[in-house]
């Protein structure tokens, strides 16, 4: 079984088509959402559909143009198992918007924490310390699985992220640097999850492109720590309600 958790279905060319050959060939996908007006459409179409998880987002670099569709996320957080993708981006051309989104991601993780339960995808630029202050200050990951989406902070906070129990899905980008493969080899294998970040990584467009994003990930995973693969499924596997 392939598992791939953190991927925009919306932003496919054909999500439906997408949708229907990833169920034929077995691939469970956690589907993250950038606003809540995408998880209202996912949830509509895809509810049925067992492989997919569709995640209630307000991705970062959103913020400044959606920052009132906040009550949507609001409106839909206690029925929403998986949240996704929030965070901070701190890149130049977001920063303006910094107090609009560390006023957003704190309700978000304060609604988690409240409600529990919740498997979060995260996003993170240039914010890290941020992330986790929040994290740390909701006391989230005492009731949630927080995963790191492409994380790219330092080994400290890493460490930090560690110890605080959150997951950390990787992906093909990350293995290309030497700061991503050292990143990597420091994460502990049973908090280590696999992504394609779909279409965004190698503009994958496919279920089939998608497999083999995953699978070389997942053997890059096999020459760091013998049966990393497994490990890596069975973590998966708890994710997939």
Do not use: C, M, W
């Given at each position: 079984m392939i598992y791939d958790l953190h991927c925009h279905l919306d932003l496919m060319p054909s999500m439906r088509e997408?949708?229907?050959?990833?169920?034929?060939?077995?691939?469970?996908?956690?589907?993250?959402?950038?606003?809540?007006?995408?998880?209202?459409?996912?949830?509509?179409?895809?509810?049925?559909?067992e492989n997919i998880?569709?995640?209630?987002?307000?991705?970062?670099?959103l913020v400044s143009e959606r920052y009132n569709e906040l009550a949507l996320v609001e409106k839909y957080i206690e029925d929403a198992a998986y949240i996704g993708e929030i965070g901070l981006d701190y890149n130049r051309q977001f920063y303006s918007a910094k107090n609009k989104q560390i006023d957003v991601f704190e309700n978000i993780i304060k609604w988690c924490s409240s409600e529990g339960g919740k498997v979060i995808s995260i996003h993170s630029v240039h914010a890290d310390k941020n992330v986790l202050d929040i994290l740390e200050k909701y006391d989230c990951t005492k009731n949630n699985k927080c995963i790191l989406h492409w994380f790219s902070g330092s080994l400290s906070q890493l460490r930090r992220a560690v110890e605080m129990g959150c997951y950390f899905s990787i992906n093909e980008m990350m293995m290309q640097s030497l700061n991503g493969r050292k990143l990597i080899s420091n994460i502990p294998i049973d908090k280590v999850l696999v992504e394609s970040d779909a279409p965004f990584i190698n503009k994958i467009s496919t279920p089939q492109q998608l497999e083999v994003a995953i699978l070389r990930v997942e053997l890059y995973t096999n020459t760091i720590w013998n049966h990393g693969s497994e490990i890596i499924h069975l973590s998966s596997k708890s994710l997939f309600k």
């Open positions: 997408f949708a229907k050959d990833a169920k034929e060939s077995n691939i469970n996908i956690l589907a993250v959402t950038t606003t809540p007006k995408a998880y209202e459409k996912e949830i509509a179409f895809f509810h049925s559909y998880k569709i995640a209630l987002g307000l991705h970062p670099q």
